[in-house]
């Protein structure tokens, strides 16, 4: 149940959206229990976003979760995301911002869990 959302000012092709998607199975895989059998990957490029005053590019990425981890495990996913976005779109980590939701209610397939 896990969701993967990344917003980016950047134009994306579709093969470096597959690689974002690739990276974000492994980084969710990092969490226990969770898996790209259940993750949802959803990717905004070409939004208009601000850091710290400048529109130079960056990207948001909201992980969110039923259940939740440990501050440790978000950690390492925070580095591999960052670690990503740098290789793929070049971004400096310093204009990468991931953020975290953990819920106790979700519903899949008609049924909540």
């Given at each position: ?29 990092l ?29 948001m ?19 591999h ?33």
């Open positions: 149940m896990p969701n993967m959302h990344l917003y980016t000012g950047l134009t994306l092709d579709q093969a470096t959206k597959d690689e974002i998607k690739a990276a974000f199975a492994e980084a969710i895989a969490i226990p229990g969770k898996s790209e059998r259940w993750l949802m990957v959803i990717i905004e490029d070409g939004v208009s976003m601000y850091l710290a005053g400048s529109d130079a590019p960056a990207a990425v909201s992980v969110e979760l039923l259940g939740s981890a440990s501050g440790e495990i978000y950690e390492r996913v925070t580095a995301v960052t670690r990503t976005l740098h290789r793929l779109l070049k971004l400096p980590p310093d204009r990468i911002y991931t953020k975290y939701s953990e819920y106790r209610h979700w519903g899949w397939n008609g049924e909540h869990f």
